[in-house]
Protein backbone atom coordinates (compact mmCIF):
# COMPACT_ATOMS: atom_id res chain seq x y z
CA UNK A 1 0.00 0.00 0.00
CA UNK A 2 2.68 2.43 0.47
CA UNK A 3 3.74 2.00 -3.30
CA UNK A 4 0.46 3.89 -4.49
CA UNK A 5 0.87 7.41 -2.66
CA UNK A 6 4.57 7.50 -4.27
CA UNK A 7 2.98 6.14 -7.67
CA UNK A 8 0.02 9.26 -7.42
CA UNK A 9 2.47 11.69 -6.79
CA UNK A 10 4.66 10.73 -9.16
CA UNK A 11 1.43 10.96 -12.41
CA UNK A 12 0.61 14.30 -10.58
CA UNK A 13 4.14 15.93 -11.09
CA UNK A 14 4.32 14.28 -14.36
CA UNK A 15 1.25 15.61 -15.25
CA UNK A 16 2.21 19.29 -14.07
CA UNK A 17 5.23 18.76 -16.09
CA UNK A 18 3.78 17.51 -19.53
CA UNK A 19 1.26 20.71 -19.19
CA UNK A 20 3.42 23.25 -18.61
CA UNK A 21 6.56 22.07 -20.98
CA UNK A 22 5.27 19.36 -23.50
CA UNK A 23 4.93 22.13 -26.63
CA UNK A 24 8.45 23.46 -25.96
CA UNK A 25 9.99 19.79 -25.65
CA UNK A 26 8.38 18.58 -29.01
CA UNK A 27 9.35 21.90 -30.17
CA UNK A 28 12.80 20.57 -29.70
CA UNK A 29 12.66 17.41 -30.85
CA UNK A 30 10.43 18.16 -33.99
CA UNK A 31 13.84 20.87 -34.43
CA UNK A 32 16.22 18.29 -34.10
CA UNK A 33 14.45 15.60 -36.28
CA UNK A 34 12.09 17.48 -38.79
CA UNK A 35 9.68 14.88 -38.41
CA UNK A 36 6.29 15.96 -36.31
CA UNK A 37 5.15 12.19 -35.90
CA UNK A 38 9.04 11.01 -34.91
CA UNK A 39 9.07 14.13 -32.63
CA UNK A 40 5.75 13.53 -30.97
CA UNK A 41 6.55 9.89 -30.59
CA UNK A 42 10.01 11.08 -28.83
CA UNK A 43 8.20 13.46 -26.68
CA UNK A 44 5.86 11.01 -25.38
CA UNK A 45 9.04 8.39 -24.85
CA UNK A 46 11.00 11.30 -22.88
CA UNK A 47 8.31 11.64 -20.52
CA UNK A 48 7.74 8.31 -20.37
CA UNK A 49 11.49 8.66 -19.18
CA UNK A 50 11.00 11.19 -16.76
CA UNK A 51 8.25 9.14 -15.08
CA UNK A 52 10.61 6.28 -14.72
CA UNK A 53 13.06 8.25 -13.13
CA UNK A 54 11.25 10.38 -11.36
CA UNK A 55 12.89 9.46 -8.20
CA UNK A 56 16.67 11.01 -9.44
CA UNK A 57 15.25 14.76 -9.92
CA UNK A 58 16.79 16.36 -6.76
CA UNK A 59 15.42 19.38 -6.79
CA UNK A 60 11.65 19.94 -8.56
CA UNK A 61 13.05 23.43 -9.42
CA UNK A 62 14.91 22.73 -11.90
CA UNK A 63 12.67 20.53 -13.74
CA UNK A 64 12.75 21.94 -16.57
CA UNK A 65 16.52 21.89 -17.38
CA UNK A 66 15.92 17.74 -16.21
CA UNK A 67 13.20 17.24 -18.70
CA UNK A 68 15.47 18.63 -21.31
CA UNK A 69 18.52 16.27 -20.47
CA UNK A 70 16.03 13.70 -20.70
CA UNK A 71 14.77 14.83 -24.57
CA UNK A 72 18.32 15.57 -25.54
CA UNK A 73 18.84 11.84 -24.86
CA UNK A 74 16.16 10.55 -26.64
CA UNK A 75 17.74 12.54 -29.60
CA UNK A 76 20.78 11.19 -29.02
CA UNK A 77 19.69 7.95 -29.25
CA UNK A 78 17.70 8.44 -32.97
CA UNK A 79 20.45 9.84 -33.71
CA UNK A 80 22.83 7.04 -33.56
CA UNK A 81 20.05 4.83 -34.65
CA UNK A 82 19.18 6.58 -37.87
CA UNK A 83 22.02 9.17 -38.22
CA UNK A 84 19.51 12.21 -38.44
CA UNK A 85 21.44 15.01 -38.09
CA UNK A 86 18.93 18.15 -39.95
CA UNK A 87 17.38 20.84 -37.62
CA UNK A 88 14.82 23.34 -38.60
CA UNK A 89 15.24 27.16 -38.03
CA UNK A 90 13.51 28.69 -35.09
CA UNK A 91 9.75 30.42 -36.11
CA UNK A 92 9.10 31.22 -32.51
CA UNK A 93 9.47 34.80 -30.55
CA UNK A 94 12.02 35.39 -28.25
CA UNK A 95 11.73 36.37 -24.81
CA UNK A 96 15.83 37.27 -24.22
CA UNK A 97 16.36 41.21 -23.26
CA UNK A 98 19.39 41.00 -25.70
CA UNK A 99 19.30 38.14 -28.03
CA UNK A 100 22.87 37.17 -29.24
CA UNK A 101 23.37 37.72 -33.16
CA UNK A 102 22.92 33.44 -33.51
CA UNK A 103 19.55 34.37 -31.88
CA UNK A 104 18.51 37.39 -34.11
CA UNK A 105 19.60 34.55 -37.23
CA UNK A 106 17.79 32.28 -36.40
CA UNK A 107 14.58 34.25 -35.86
CA UNK A 108 14.89 35.91 -38.87
CA UNK A 109 14.06 32.15 -40.81
CA UNK A 110 17.02 31.99 -42.49
CA UNK A 111 15.32 28.66 -43.82
CA UNK A 112 17.45 27.99 -46.69
CA UNK A 113 21.39 29.60 -45.54
CA UNK A 114 20.31 27.91 -41.88
CA UNK A 115 19.59 24.96 -42.48
CA UNK A 116 22.54 24.19 -44.54
CA UNK A 117 24.90 25.90 -41.71
CA UNK A 118 23.63 23.90 -39.25
CA UNK A 119 24.46 20.94 -40.62
CA UNK A 120 27.78 21.59 -40.97
CA UNK A 121 28.20 22.02 -37.23
CA UNK A 122 28.88 19.43 -34.85
CA UNK A 123 26.13 17.43 -33.51
CA UNK A 124 26.92 18.52 -29.83
CA UNK A 125 27.31 22.21 -31.24
CA UNK A 126 23.93 22.27 -32.81
CA UNK A 127 22.21 20.98 -29.83
CA UNK A 128 23.89 23.67 -27.23
CA UNK A 129 22.78 26.32 -30.04
CA UNK A 130 19.48 25.26 -29.93
CA UNK A 131 19.04 24.76 -26.27
CA UNK A 132 20.55 28.19 -25.65
CA UNK A 133 19.44 30.16 -28.37
CA UNK A 134 15.97 29.11 -29.40
CA UNK A 135 14.56 27.48 -25.87
CA UNK A 136 16.84 30.70 -24.03
CA UNK A 137 18.30 28.04 -21.47
CA UNK A 138 20.28 29.19 -18.80
CA UNK A 139 24.17 28.74 -18.44
CA UNK A 140 23.42 26.15 -15.57
CA UNK A 141 20.52 24.35 -17.16
CA UNK A 142 22.54 23.80 -20.90
CA UNK A 143 24.60 22.59 -18.47
CA UNK A 144 22.33 20.13 -17.20
CA UNK A 145 20.34 19.33 -20.35
CA UNK A 146 23.67 18.96 -22.04
CA UNK A 147 25.29 16.26 -18.90
CA UNK A 148 28.38 18.81 -18.57
CA UNK A 149 29.93 21.26 -16.49
CA UNK A 150 28.43 24.81 -16.53
CA UNK A 151 32.57 25.41 -17.97
CA UNK A 152 32.01 22.92 -20.32
CA UNK A 153 28.65 23.99 -21.52
CA UNK A 154 29.92 27.22 -21.92
CA UNK A 155 32.85 26.46 -24.08
CA UNK A 156 30.69 24.43 -26.16
CA UNK A 157 28.54 27.16 -26.73
CA UNK A 158 30.78 29.52 -27.50
CA UNK A 159 32.68 27.06 -30.16
CA UNK A 160 29.10 26.53 -31.46
CA UNK A 161 28.58 29.87 -31.99
CA UNK A 162 31.91 30.63 -33.61
CA UNK A 163 30.99 27.59 -35.91
CA UNK A 164 27.67 28.77 -36.68
CA UNK A 165 29.31 32.29 -37.50
CA UNK A 166 31.88 30.49 -40.06
CA UNK A 167 29.44 28.23 -41.37
CA UNK A 168 26.63 31.34 -42.51
CA UNK A 169 29.49 33.02 -43.82
CA UNK A 170 30.43 29.42 -45.78
CA UNK A 171 26.82 29.74 -47.29
CA UNK A 172 26.56 33.66 -47.82
CA UNK A 173 29.88 33.21 -50.54
CA UNK A 174 28.10 30.18 -52.27
CA UNK A 175 25.32 31.84 -52.85
CA UNK A 176 26.80 34.69 -53.78
CA UNK A 177 28.73 32.78 -55.97
CA UNK A 178 26.13 30.89 -57.66
CA UNK A 179 24.10 34.20 -58.04
CA UNK A 180 27.37 35.32 -59.90
CA UNK A 181 27.45 32.28 -61.90
CA UNK A 182 23.53 33.30 -63.10
CA UNK A 183 23.78 36.45 -64.03
CA UNK A 184 26.77 35.51 -65.85
CA UNK A 185 24.98 32.68 -67.86
CA UNK A 186 21.97 35.04 -68.41
CA UNK A 187 24.43 37.94 -70.00
CA UNK A 188 25.74 35.09 -71.76
CA UNK A 189 22.49 33.92 -73.53
CA UNK A 190 21.17 37.55 -73.58
CA UNK A 191 24.54 38.25 -75.72
CA UNK A 192 23.79 35.02 -78.16
CA UNK A 193 20.46 35.94 -78.26
CA UNK A 194 21.26 39.45 -79.56
CA UNK A 195 23.69 38.15 -82.16
CA UNK A 196 21.21 36.31 -83.40
CA UNK A 197 18.49 38.64 -83.84
CA UNK A 198 21.21 41.59 -85.47
CA UNK A 199 21.60 42.60 -89.07
CA UNK A 200 22.09 39.24 -90.86
CA UNK A 201 21.06 37.17 -89.04
CA UNK A 202 17.80 35.57 -90.98
CA UNK A 203 20.49 35.30 -94.04
Known amino acids: MSDAPARTAADA ?17 YRMVRDPEL ?8 FIKAYRSHGSLVDPAHARAWLYQIAH ?8 RRKIVRFLPWTGESYGSAPSAEHLAMDARLSG ?3 RALARIPERQRAALILAEVHDLTGV ?4 ALG ?40 TGAGDSSGRSGPGAAR
Open 39 to 46: AADMTQDA
Open 13 to 29: FIEELFARHQGEIYAYL
Open 148 to 187: VSHVAARAVLTRARESLRQALAAERAAEEAAEAEADAGRR
Open 141 to 144: ELAA
Open 113 to 115: PLQ
Open 73 to 80: RVALDEFR
